[in-house]
Structure formats: structure tokens, C-alpha cells
């Protein structure tokens, strides 16, 4: 199915960060659809669901594929290091999805890991092929991805809007935590948090206070879990500021 893909524009500011809740795994309850109550935004296999509650049950108000899927890549292979995405196998046992879902402003982006099938020396064998994050409308239209290198996966989401921007933290299997605007077409790094890590990165949270964006990170390590709280993470001045990490 061919998505479409139309011109990246900003959306005017919506609820407070504060009224949008995460009520489990790849589900988020927010007004995305504008009906000044709070539905329920899920992954539901290989699609986004938009939802409210009825008398009847809930009740879908808005669905759309976005090739997601809670299933990491099998290989052929799996024994080769080279081929699956550090610390995929943890993750498989305790069931953290591969795709993960955040809303941000009216907007619902979602990250898929790929694999790509390469061949070398006559043989062929799927292996790590990265992540892509994309940012659809409620209605399922694309509006703005980014693609990660084929060692990186997208491992934890979470959208959050401040000072009239929107943005993004983005969990990784290595390499800490990008913190991206939302706002932007392609999704560029407004700050780089963790950079030294090679621990996986299994949620994201963003927050702020009066020193700026506060991020709490919760990381699987050799000893077992962490979580970090990150004050002080840059805002921009204004809407048309960028700083670069």
C-alpha cells in the first residue's frame, strides 16, 4: 500500500503535554481528532487504532496502516552478531514490542525496525536493516521520517511539546536517547543525551521544569535495570532557534 506524503507544516499548539497520559504499552490516551474528550491511540498489529468508549464498547473513529509490528526480524543466522540489532534478543524475552507508538501535539509518530535481505559471495541472508520513525496526521497521512543506521533500533517513544514546540525522545539499543523535533520535516536532533552509552534503552519520558526539559531514561545494563533523570536539556529560544548538539 502506497502511502501519501504531503508537505510538512506545523500544527497549532493543542491540549497541555500534562492532560496526555500512557496508559500501557503502544497505547497513549489523548485528543488527537479534535472532539475535546481523550481517545485512546494504540497499535493494534500492523495498524494505528483511534478509539473512544461507548455504551457499546469502544469505538474506532480512525485506523490506518503503518507497517508496525510488535515481532522482532527473525534471521537466518541469529548466532552472527552482525545480523540482529544489539540487545534484540533481551528484548524479544520480555516481550518489548519492536515498534513503538507516542503522540505528539495532534500528531502520532511510530517507529519500525527493518531488516534487509544482503547478499555476499553468492550467499544471501537477512540482517539488521535500522529503524524508521514516521509522523502521521490521525487520518494516515505521512508527514514527516527518519531512518537510523542499520545497527540502530528504535527502542522507546515519547512525545512532549513546550514553548510551542513539539518534540520527540527517541530510545535506542545503543547510543543513549535523541531528543528530535517534531516539528521539523525529517525529524532533525535538536540534543543528543547518552551518547556514550552501549546499554538498551527501554523508556522514555519527557518533562520540564524552570531549567528547561527534564528526561527520565530507563536502560537495560549488565547488572539489570536503571533509571536516569536528565535535567537541564536545551529548549530553543524561539520557534525559529536551533541548537545543535
Given at each position: 500500500?502506497?502511502?501519501?506524503?504531503?508537505?510538512?507544516?506545523?500544527?497549532?499548539?493543542?491540549?497541555?503535554?500534562?492532560?496526555?497520559?500512557?496508559?500501557?504499552?503502544?497505547?497513549?490516551?489523548?485528543?488527537?481528532?479534535?472532539?475535546?474528550?481523550?481517545?485512546?491511540?494504540?497499535?493494534?498489529?500492523?495498524?494505528?487504532?483511534?478509539?473512544?468508549?461507548?455504551?457499546?464498547?469502544?469505538?474506532?473513529?480512525?485506523?490506518?496502516?503503518?507497517?508496525?509490528s510488535a515481532s522482532w526480524p527473525e534471521y537466518e543466522r541469529p548466532t552472527d552478531d552482525a545480523l540482529a540489532f544489539a540487545g534484540q534478543e533481551t528484548l524479544s524475552?520480555?516481550?518489548?514490542?519492536?515498534?513503538?507508538?507516542?503522540?505528539?501535539?495532534?500528531?502520532?509518530?511510530?517507529?519500525?525496525?527493518?531488516?534487509?535481505?544482503?547478499?555476499?559471495?553468492?550467499?544471501?541472508?537477512?540482517?539488521?536493516?535500522?529503524?524508521?520513525?514516521?509522523?502521521?496526521?490521525?487520518?494516515?497521512?505521512?508527514?514527516?521520517?527518519?531512518?537510523?543506521?542499520?545497527?540502530?533500533?528504535?527502542?522507546?517513544?515519547?512525545?512532549?511539546?513546550?514553548?510551542?514546540?513539539?518534540?520527540?525522545?527517541?530510545?535506542?539499543?545503543?547510543?543513549?536517547?535523541?531528543?528530535?523535533?517534531?516539528?521539523?520535516?525529517?525529524?532533525?536532533?535538536?540534543?543528543?543525551?547518552?551518547?556514550?552509552?552501549?546499554?538498551?534503552?527501554?523508556?522514555?519520558?519527557?518533562?520540564?521544569?524552570?531549567?528547561?526539559?527534564?528526561?527520565?531514561?530507563?536502560?537495560?545494563?549488565?547488572?539489570?535495570?536503571?533509571?536516569?533523570?536528565?535535567?537541564?536539556?536545551?529548549?530553543?529560544?524561539?520557534?525559529?532557534?536551533?541548537?545543535?548538539?
Amino acid at each position: 500500500m502506497r502511502r501519501v506524503k504531503r508537505s510538512f507544516r506545523v500544527r497549532p499548539r493543542v491540549e497541555p503535554a500534562s492532560d496526555r497520559a500512557v496508559v500501557g504499552a503502544n497505547q497513549v490516551a489523548a485528543d488527537v481528532v479534535g472532539l475535546e474528550a481523550e481517545q485512546l491511540v494504540v497499535l493494534s498489529g500492523s495498524r494505528v487504532e483511534i478509539t473512544v468508549p461507548g455504551a457499546d464498547g469502544a469505538r474506532i473513529v480512525s485506523s490506518f496502516e503503518a507497517d508496525a509490528s510488535a515481532s522482532w526480524p527473525e534471521y537466518e543466522r541469529p548466532t552472527d552478531d552482525a545480523l540482529a540489532f544489539a540487545g534484540q534478543e533481551t528484548l524479544s524475552t520480555v516481550g518489548h514490542e519492536a515498534s513503538r507508538l507516542a503522540v505528539v501535539g495532534r500528531r502520532i509518530a511510530v517507529s519500525r525496525v527493518r531488516r534487509l535481505q544482503r547478499c555476499r559471495a553468492g550467499e544471501c541472508a537477512w540482517e539488521r536493516g535500522g529503524s524508521v520513525i514516521e509522523l502521521f496526521e490521525p487520518d494516515g497521512t505521512l508527514v514527516a521520517s527518519r531512518t537510523f543506521p542499520d545497527e540502530v533500533a528504535v527502542t522507546a517513544l515519547d512525545g512532549f511539546s513546550s514553548g510551542g514546540v513539539d518534540y520527540l525522545a527517541v530510545g535506542l539499543n545503543t547510543g543513549g536517547v535523541r531528543v528530535v523535533r517534531a516539528d521539523r520535516p525529517g525529524l532533525p536532533d535538536h540534543h543528543a543525551v547518552h551518547k556514550g552509552w552501549n546499554d538498551t534503552v527501554v523508556a522514555v519520558k519527557l518533562g520540564a521544569d524552570d531549567d528547561g526539559m527534564v528526561l527520565l531514561t530507563g536502560r537495560v545494563t549488565q547488572d539489570g535495570t536503571a533509571l536516569v533523570a536528565k535535567r537541564g536539556v536545551r529548549r530553543p529560544a524561539g520557534r525559529d532557534h536551533e541548537e545543535r548538539p
